[in-house]
C-alpha cells in the first residue's frame, strides 16, 4: 500500500474520531507553538497520507481562512498588555497576539481536519459504517438521507423562488417583501413534507421499519488496521505536543 | 408496535417523523450553510454583538417539533441540522455541533416545561430564545469572548429577543400556513 493511501484505506468512523480528537486537543492547548504543531501535522496528512487534490482543497479555502482571519484581527487589538508595535491608532500587544493565535489556530485546526474527513470520505460508507456499529438506524439513516435531501431541496428552493419572480413587480415593498418571504419558506416546507410522505411510504414499502439486524449491505466498508495505526499515532502525537511542549 | 413504527431507547417514531426530521435539516442545513458565513464571520471580527441580531438560527428545529410535536424531535432536528452543516463544509470546524447541541437542549427544555402540547407563538417565541442564549454560551468558550465580557453580557437579551422574534414568529407563521394546507392533520 502507497503511503498516499493511508486517509482512503482508513474507515470512516476512524477519520471521524480523529476530527473529534483534533478539536478536543486543540481547544486543550495552552500555547501557539503547541497549536502549529498540531497544524503542521493536519499539513502532513493532507500532503502525505492522503491524495487531495490541489482544486479539492482550493475549494474550501473560504472556509479554511476567512473566519481564523476575522477572529485573529478580533483578538489582535483586544487585550491590553505589553505594547508591541502599533497599526494606525492600533496597538497590538504580546497578550493579544498570543490570543489572537490561540484561537485563530485553534479553529483552523478544526477546520482543517473537517475538510481532510470530506476529502478523502464517502459519506454512504459513513452511515453504512455507523449501522455496523450497532448506531441505531433510524439516526445512521437520517443522517444519510438529509444529505440525500440537501440537493433535491436546494433545486426545488430555486425553483419556488423563479415562479415566485415571475409573479410579482420589480419594484417591490417592504410588506411585500414579507409576504414573498412566508409564501416561499411555506411552500418550500410543504414540498418537503409532501416528499416526505412519499418517502416514508417507499421506505416502509422496502422494509426499513424492520430495524437493524436482518439488514445486509452491498459494498460495506471493512475495518482495517491501518485506520487504527492511524488513529493512534494521531491520538499520540497529538497529546503528546500538549504535554511535552 | 404500528406497522412503520421504528422504537429505540423508549422514544417512538413512524418513518414518516424520521424522514420530516431529515428533511427539515436538510433545509435548514442548506440554509444556515449560506447564514453561517455571515454569522461566523461577523461574530469572529467583532465579537458577541455582531451577530446577535441574526436570530435565524433556530427555525428548523422549532418548525419541526410544530409539525411532528413530540419530544426528542426538536433535538434530533437541531442536531441533525448541524451534521449535515459539517458534512457541507461550515466555516466553525467540528466545533458547529456543539451548536446543534445546545440549540436542541434550549428548545426542548422549553417544550418539556409545556408537556409538549400544540405550540403557541409564545411558546415557539420563548424555545427560539432559550437555545439561542443556551448557544450563545457555547459560542464564549468558542471564540473566546473572555476579553469582551461586558459585550457578551449585552448581547444575551439582544439574541434573546432577535432569536424569539425572527425564529419563533417565523416558525408560528409557517406552521400555521402548514396547518391551513391540511398537511399536518396526517401526521
Redo the contacts between chains.
Sequence with gaps: MAIRDTLAKCDPITKLLWVANTSVVAAAMRSPLQLLFLVASLIFCLLFLSRANILGIVKYWQILLFVPTCLFAFHLFLHPGQELFRIGFLAVTQEGLTAASMHSLKLFCSISAVVIFLLTTDIKSLIVSLIQMRVPVRFAYSIYLMLRFVPIMTVEAETILMALRTRVPRKRSGSLWLLLWERYLVTLVLMGVRRAEQAALAMDARGFSLGSKTRTFLDAPRWDRTGMYFFTANLALSWGIKSLL | MA????S??GFS????D??????????S??AYAGLA?VW??LT????PLGGAFLGLFQFGHL?AFA?LRKPGVTF?TSV?TT??Q??????????VLGWGVTHGIGAEVVFLATRYRNPGPLTLCLAGGVAAVLGQLYSYW???WE??ITMFYLSIPILFLSSAVESGL?AY??SK??EK?G?LR?V
Design positions: 406497522k412503520g413504527t421504528v429505540e431507547g417514531y413512524k418513518t414518516y424520521i424522514v420530516v426530521m431529515a428533511l427539515l435539516a436538510a433545509i442545513a442548506v458565513q461566523t464571520a469572529a471580527a467583532t465579537g418548525i409539525v434530533i441533525l451534521v449535515g459539517l458534512l457541507i463544509g461550515d466555516p466553525a470546524g467540528a466545533y468558542v471564540f473566546g476579553g469582551v417565523l407563521y409557517v400556513a402548514l394546507t398537511v396526517r
